[in-house]
């Protein structure tokens, strides 16, 4: 299985960016997906997450309606588009696949088993 983040860079505060996430080499349509991001010094934090069906997302606090989390199955790809952007988003963000439990949508690292290399988002003042 591979997880491949993309669409990090370096943007001004209050701007957008979309991040996207695709899988390979495993059934994408049985993974609940996640966002996570780290930020230097700290721990992993979660951002989002979404059900098999979309049926079902959870998002931090933090984020507050700014991001929203989305995939589309048929191309194997996870979504987060992120309006609003702060300093304090700067991260590197990480896509999460959560490939055996079932249709859970988990706010912590442990719920994922596998990763991506991470995209990295810096928001200027």
């Known amino acids: 299985v591979q997880l491949q983040a993309s669409g990090g860079g370096l943007v001004h505060t209050g701007t957008s960016l979309s991040l996207s996430c695709t899988a390979s080499?495993?059934?994408?349509?049985?993974?609940?997906m996640a966002w996570f991001r780290q930020a230097p010094g700290k721990e992993r934090e979660f951002v989002a997450a979404?059900?098999?069906?979309?049926?079902?997302?959870l998002y931090a606090e933090f984020v507050q309606g700014r991001f929203t989390i989305s995939r589309d199955n048929a191309k194997n790809t996870l979504y987060l588009q992120m309006s609003g952007l702060k300093p304090d988003d700067t991260a590197v963000y990480y896509c999460?696949?959560?490939?055996?439990?079932?249709?859970?949508?988990?706010?912590?690292?442990?719920?994922?088993?596998?990763w991506g290399q991470g995209t990295q988002v810096t928001v200027s003042s």
């Open positions: 979404i059900s098999i069906r979309m049926d079902r997302t």
């Open positions: 080499g495993g059934p994408f349509i049985s993974w609940p």
């Open positions: 999460g696949a959560r490939r055996s439990g079932g249709d859970l949508i988990l706010p912590y690292s442990d719920g994922y088993d596998s």
